[in-house]
């Protein structure tokens, strides 16, 4: 069974940089897993932020040069470094894992994965 535990949620100031770091344990073989990060906000579903499936990087536009993800499969780490922070990222973010994807998935939607952190808080004060 494929666990994640994040951890490096806090609360920042706008303009400020913050990493997030999931620990990933269980898996058969890193390499056969995509891993992602998702946020949610009271009241909304859960929004996809940023995917690595294979050596393909995808992030949601409102993140794009401001965000990136990374995989340590040496460290079983997934982290999302995150810049210039706005208060509109306050969310709750969490991690997730699956097997990698087909073109055929959408990525982007949160049923398209099948294992999930707990989630870490940030919240960005303006």
């Known amino acids: 069974q494929v666990q994640l535990v994040e951890s490096g949620g806090a609360l920042v100031q706008t303009g400020d940089s913050l990493r997030l770091s999931c620990v990933v344990s269980g898996r058969t073989g890193a390499y056969y897993y995509a891993v992602g990060w998702f946020r949610q906000t009271p009241g909304k579903e859960r929004e996809f932020v940023a995917a690595l499936n294979w050596n393909d990087r995808f992030y949601v536009d409102s993140v794009k040069g401001r965000f990136t993800i990374s995989e340590d499969n040496d460290k079983n780490t997934i982290d999302l470094q995150m810049n210039s922070l706005k208060p509109e990222d306050t969310a709750l973010y969490y991690c997730?894992?699956?097997?990698?994807?087909?073109?055929?998935?959408?990525?982007?939607?949160?049923?398209?994965?099948?294992?999930w952190g707990q989630g870490t808080q940030v919240t960005v004060s303006s």
């Open positions: 997730a894992a699956t097997p990698l994807f087909s073109g055929s998935v959408d990525f982007r939607k949160a049923t398209s994965w099948t294992y």
